[in-house]
C-alpha cells in the first residue's frame, strides 16, 4: 500500500506565505512524477505545479512567480513553497504521486486526501 499524506496548509493574510508538504510512504519501488492540485469551491480541480523525478517543473499560469515546487527523492517528500499568496488561491490542496510499488513494479496514479488553504483577513 502506498499512502500520500500532506500538512501544512492553514489561514493565512493575503500577500503571506505558507508551505505545504506531501510524504509518501508505504512499498515504494520508484515515484515518476509527483505534483499539487487545488480544487475551490464549486470549481473544477486544476494543476496547480509538478516536479519529474529529474528535478523537471511546471506550473500553472496564475502561480508563476509566486509558487515553487520542490521535491526530496531521498525523503519521497514532494513541497509547494507558496508566496503572495491571493484570496482566490483558497482552495483544499491535493498531493499527486505517480508510483510503482514494489508489488508489481506498474505506475499508478495515488492522492493526498487534501489540505485546506485559506487566504483572507
Known amino acids: 500500500q502506498v499512502q500520500l499524506v500532506e500538512s501544512g496548509g492553514g489561514l493565512v493574510q493575503p500577500g503571506g506565505s505558507l508551505r505545504l508538504s506531501c510524504a509518501a510512504s508505504?512499498?515504494?519501488?520508484?515515484?515518476?512524477?509527483m505534483g499539487w492540485y487545488r480544487q475551490a469551491p464549486g470549481k473544477q480541480r486544476e494543476l496547480v505545479a509538478s516536479?519529474?523525478?529529474?528535478?523537471?517543473?511546471a506550473y500553472a499560469d496564475f502561480v508563476k512567480g509566486r509558487f515553487t515546487i520542490s521535491r526530496d527523492n531521498a525523503k519521497n517528500t514532494v513541497y509547494l513553497r507558496m508566496n503572495s499568496l491571493k484570496p482566490e488561491d483558497t482552495a483544499v490542496y491535493y498531493c499527486n504521486a505517480f508510483v510503482a510499488p514494489y508489488s508489481d513494479f506498474r505506475v499508478y496514479d495515488y492522492w493526498g486526501q487534501g489540505t485546506q488553504v485559506t487566504v483572507s483577513s
Open positions: 508505504g512499498s515504494i519501488f520508484s515515484i515518476t512524477s
Open positions: 516536479v519529474d523525478s529529474g528535478g523537471g517543473t
